[in-house]
Structure formats: C-alpha cells, structure tokens
C-alpha cells in the first residue's frame, strides 16, 4: 500500500514524525476506495454533509445499501458513523442545529422532500439503539404500541397475530409468551433489546438501523443477537454500527470504514479484513490506532 511519507531533510531523526502515525494523513480531494455502489440499492446516498451548526460531522459521503443486505459501519470513536446511520430515518431532525445535505432515497424516494412524512420514514426505517430502551408498558403493548399507532391491526385477533409473529422473528416468543402482560422492563437486557428489535419490526418496516446494539450486552446476549442479525436479513436490509470489528466480521456481507468524518472504503467484509484497499482501513484494523 502507498505510504505517504515525506523525507525528514536535514531535521534530526528524533523530530521524525513515527512511520504508523504517517499512514493516518488524509488528503481533502481523496476518494472513498472500494465497492461503494449496487446495481439495485435500496437507500442511496449522494454527496451527504452533515453539520452541527457550524462544525461539520460528515463530509461528502456516497454509497449505495442494497437490498436485504447487511452493511456494517466502524471506524474510532467520532468519527461520524452514528450521525451518519441516523441520518438514514432522519433521526438528526431531533437534534437542534443539525443539518444534512445532499441526497438521500430509499427506492428512489427522497427521503428529505419538504412533504415527506417523518413518522411514516421511522416506521419505514426502523431504528434499534445502543441501550435498550423498551417503553414502560407490558411486553404486548410494547410490540402491538407501533401497528396500533400506524393503523396495521383491524381487530383484536390481528393485533395478537402481529405481536406473536413479531415476537417470533426476534427470536424472544418462546421465553415470553407466558407473561405478555407483565412489564417490558423486567426482561434481561438481551430480552429488552430483543423486545425493541420486535417493537422495530412489528411494524413491517423496509429496513432496520442498529447503533451498537450489543455494546451493553454480555456475550450470550450478543450471540443470540447477532443470529437474529443474520435471520432478519432475509428480509429486511440491515445497517449496523458496531466498534467490535469481530462482529463486524460475523454479521456483515459489507464494511464501510469512517474516519474523521470520512467515508474511506466500502468492501466485501471479507476483503476489508483480510486484504484492506485502504492504508487507513488497514492501520484501523491491525490496531495502530483507534
């Protein structure tokens, strides 16, 4: 891989900028390297900035999510891979003096057009994030809350299909099935984020956005969390940001490696592990810095 090194001239050798902190120089004009586009995506992203107020997050990222696929985001901390998965459903509307730009579509749609319905995106794009955050209402109403809300359920016998099936998918109706009506909150924290993903999916949405989903879990938790990951993207299209690259590795088809706000490479997960397109990504995943 290209190293960008500069001779060091005349200056002693001890002023010497280190060799591994050479390779974390990134040039304003260069580009995201690696598979970035899809034939047929499902959300298409052009050229998104993002800012709070007037310090910007995210600068000029483009890249394609195809459908049912798994794409996993990583990168150092701050380095803008949150804002941007947020800014997928519009969750940054929330945030007071953020801004994106740019394009952003969900099957040719743009999904910041003036007249968009935002509550309608979110069921569309549903969100499960970092700690689990169930309402504080039984395990039933917890699910049946987003298909009551979006008209989905005619009857009472529809609801309790929905809820079940739900419930099924996130892999969490056989351990709960007895207490439906006992509070949401009083499940493990893996049932809890189980229970969110349930809620997120009650609602027959397009695609799923995970924040680090696992990062308050302990390990069995994660494990059965990451098998959902892999049932669910039969059919949904899945976008994660983790800091566990090992995850990254198990759950993902894609990995798009951020840095400072910047969108560095987009690759087969395989490829970005083992044989990283990118002097960046390959210093991030040998652990030179992060």
Request: net charge negative; with cysteine.
């Amino acid at each position: 891989m290209n190293q960008n090194a500069s001779t060091a001239g005349t200056k002693p050798a001890k002023e010497a900028k280190p060799e591994a902190m050479q390779t974390l120089e990134l040039t304003d004009n260069e580009a995201t390297v690696g598979q970035c586009f899809t034939d047929k995506p499902k959300m298409s992203m052009r050229n998104v900035n993002v800012f709070y107020e007037d310090k910007q997050a995210i600068h000029d990222v483009s890249v394609d999510i195809a459908k049912n696929e798994v794409i996993a985001m990583i990168g150092p901390s701050g380095c803008g891979k949150s804002t941007f998965l947020r800014s997928l459903n519009r969750m940054n509307d929330t945030v007071d003096g953020c801004r994106v730009e740019g394009k952003i579509c969900m099957d040719g749609e743009d999904l910041y057009a003036p007249k968009l319905d935002v509550v309608e995106l979110r069921a569309r794009v549903g969100m499960v994030f970092q700690k689990p955050n169930p309402f504080p209402k039984s395990i039933y109403d917890n699910v049946a809350y987003g298909p009551k809300l979006h008209g989905l359920a005619d009857s009472r016998v529809d609801l309790d299909e929905i809820v079940e099936k739900s419930l099924r998918k996130a892999s969490l109706w056989d351990e709960v099935k007895e207490r439906l009506h006992q509070a949401g909150t009083g499940l493990s924290g893996g049932q809890q984020q189980r229970l969110c993903i349930a809620r997120a999916i009650a609602v027959s949405p397009e695609m799923i956005l995970m924040d680090e989903p696992c990062s308050a879990l302990d390990p069995i938790a994660t494990a059965k969390i990451e098998e959902l990951i892999e049932e669910l993207s039969e059919n949904f299209t899945i976008a994660i940001v983790t800091h566990s690259m090992q995850q990254a590795a198990r759950v993902s088809h894609r990995t798009a490696y951020f840095h400072l706000g910047r969108l560095i490479e987009v690759n087969p997960t395989e490829q970005v592990f083992t044989m990283p397109a990118h002097r960046l990504t390959e210093a991030y995943i040998t652990g030179r810095f992060g």
